[in-house]
């Protein structure tokens, strides 16, 4: 049985595409490559990667496009039909990891970031205000391998669970 803090749910800005996950992030990141600022029209996109088998669509039909990336990867991209609201990214329709774009899930705020990938096409004032964050690796382009990113978001996830919260202490009221 899936505990509740691994069901998460987003969908599109219109609310037609809903959808489900049923397991934690393997990592997430940020990408500065035009592609994600021309898609989240902002200086940045947040990347959530998933396993493809614990996706689920409740609502809606997706639509895809392909696009070619700056390494020369092919890239499917699934999107709401109605509002364009780009719902994830995969390498093709068998990929067995998708990175959900982190804008169309409910909940992001808990999300916390390990990297930041393309950083040579941040905009300026990104370079000089988000860069400097505590514990985030920062690469030029895309890394060859994720693997170092997806190690570094779960020694962090192992640390956070080790922390506990002080006890609390409740005092009767006279």
């Not at 200086?43 to 959530?48: D, I, L, R, T, Y």
């Not at 300026?124 to 205000?129: D, V, Y």
């Not at 060859?144 to 779960?154: A, G, H, M, R, T």
Request: net charge positive.
């Amino acid at each position: 049985m899936m505990n509740k803090e691994a069901c998460i749910t987003g969908g599109c800005q219109c609310g037609t595409i809903r959808y489900r996950v049923m397991s934690a992030p393997i990592v997430v990141y940020l990408c500065h490559c035009s592609d994600c600022q021309r898609q989240t029209s902002s200086a940045f996109g947040m990347s959530v990667w998933f396993d493809r088998q614990s996706f689920s669509l409740q609502t809606g039909k997706l639509s895809f496009w392909s696009a070619i990336t700056d390494r020369g990867n092919s890239k499917l991209c699934a999107f709401c039909p109605n509002c364009g609201s780009r719902i994830y990214h995969a390498a093709d329709h068998q990929s067995e990891i998708i990175s959900v774009k982190g804008g169309s899930l409910d909940e992001a705020k808990n999300l916390n970031p390990v990297a930041h990938i393309w950083c040579k096409s941040a905009q300026a004032w990104a370079k000089a205000a988000v860069f400097d964050a505590a514990g985030m690796r920062c690469y030029q382009a895309e890394p060859d391998s994720f693997k170092q990113i997806v190690e570094l978001y779960n020694a962090r996830k192992r640390d956070n669970e080790s922390k506990c919260d002080p006890p609390q202490v409740h005092q009767d009221k006279p």
